[in-house]
């Protein structure tokens, strides 16, 4: 536990101030304390689907509100009460710990019950992120271990993030391996499915190299559905 953060269990909680409780825990990323704010029975007033509430911007006030609870990102700056780099409209707890890498907080709130498929407003959900990085973790155990050289020339890829928290996200995916592998069966379904269609339409001897392109590009399905698209469609 950081030096100067009081433990989970002897924070004081105001019955109706739920909301309050869990931005500024997210905030800590104190996973105790938003285990204990979702679980513990007789303290809080939760209301239903509190642990998926979705943050909300109203355009007065705090620009962002969670239930009832405002507060501000980095892109409000000027005010002294910034919690986080980076909030969307619609991102539920989950979401925000996911945009912040606290993978301990994710597990923490999905033990309590939050689910891993409400979207924001740019249609990002749970699942879809965790599985990206799941992906990502996959390939740099399977094809190479990257420099901090090579690192440093991927900043937009949060692979540096994804790996300062390795052990955590690790122990993440465990606890969602059926849901994982789920989500990557029906990912590949879907992409087999259309790039079988374009093929079949735009370039019908290509079929039966379709399976060897699916192996090869595991856990890279989109980025070989991207491509393809580019050359066939695209032109058009």
Not at 35 to 56: N, Y
Not at 183 to 197: G, M, V
Not at 203 to 221: G, I, N, T, V
Request: glycine fraction near 6%; hydrophobic fraction near 40%; proline fraction near 4%.
């Amino acid at each position: 536990m950081p030096a100067g953060r009081v433990a989970a269990e002897d924070v004081k909680l105001i019955p109706h101030r739920w909301d309050m409780h869990a931005i500024q825990a997210l905030a800590q990323r104190d996973a105790a304390l938003l285990a204990r704010i979702f679980t513990e029975k007789g303290v809080l007033v939760l209301p239903e689907g509190a642990i998926d509430c979705q943050v909300q911007s109203f355009g007065y006030g705090a620009p962002m509100q969670f239930h009832s609870y405002g507060f501000f990102d980095v892109r409000s700056k000027g005010h002294s009460s910034v919690l986080f780099d980076l909030v969307l409209p619609g991102d539920t707890l989950v979401l925000i710990a996911l945009r912040h890498h606290d993978p301990m907080s994710v597990i923490a709130l999905y033990q309590a019950g939050a689910s891993l498929d409400v979207a924001n407003s740019a249609k990002e959900q749970p699942i879809e992120v965790i599985f990206s990085r799941f992906a990502i973790l996959q390939l740099h155990d399977r094809h190479q271990r990257l420099t901090e050289k090579e690192i440093k020339y991927q900043p937009s890829s949060g692979v540096q993030k994804l790996l300062e928290q390795e052990a955590a996200y690790r122990q993440l995916f465990g606890l969602l391996h059926e849901r994982l592998m789920g989500y990557h069966s029906a990912l590949k379904h879907t992409i087999q499915d259309e790039l079988h269609h374009i093929y079949s339409t735009h370039a019908p001897e290509r079929l039966s190299k379709l399976p060897k392109q699916m192996e090869d590009f595991e856990y890279r399905e989109r980025e070989l559905l991207a491509s393809v698209r580019r050359k066939y469609l695209e032109s058009e």
